[in-house]
């Protein structure tokens, strides 16, 4: 990470370069790679479909417990998503030979837990409040 933000529990903001220290992808319209990233040290392995670099798709998982999905509109334009244990994020960068330039922006996992156990709340309370409110009407009721 070149500069941002970037926590795995409450989401990111970040530009980072990638250079790939391994890799294993064989040139062709299918393939098949791995690859570490030195940053967070995660490996990653992955499948893909395109056309020498030109509107390629991939689907990739990481060590990390993430799922990403990728899309080359050229040689050197790319943009994808992720969801896992680091939350959910978008990122899109560019290819400059083997060095990947990225913009990212995520949410982490602790405003996904922090909506849900708000959602939870208010819908257990809601059904918990409803023969409350049901037998204040009877009272009052008219």
């Known amino acids: 990470m070149v500069w941002g933000f970037d926590n795995k529990w409450w989401g990111r903001v970040n530009y980072s370069t ?18 570490v990233n ?25 060590s990390g417990g993430n799922l990403s999905v990728g899309m080359d509109l050229t040689p050197w334009f790319h ?4 969801i896992g244990l680091d939350g959910m994020t978008l990122s899109a960068g560019i290819n400059i030979g083997e060095t990947s330039h990225d913009f990212s922006i995520g949410i982490g996992l602790a405003p996904v837990v922090i909506v849900a156990g ?14 409350v409110l049901e037998w204040f009407n009877r009272i009052f009721a008219f």
């Open 38 to 62: 030195l940053y967070n040290l995660e490996k990653s392995w992955g499948v893909g479909i395109n056309a020498w670099g030109w509107l390629g798709i991939d689907l990739s998982v990481n």
């Open 79 to 82: 943009f994808g998503g992720s």
């Open 118 to 131: 708000v959602v939870a709340i208010v819908t257990s309370a809601g059904q918990a409040l409803e023969p």
């Open 18 to 35: 990638t250079i790939v220290s391994k890799q294993t992808k064989e040139k062709g319209f299918f393939y098949a790679y791995s690859d």
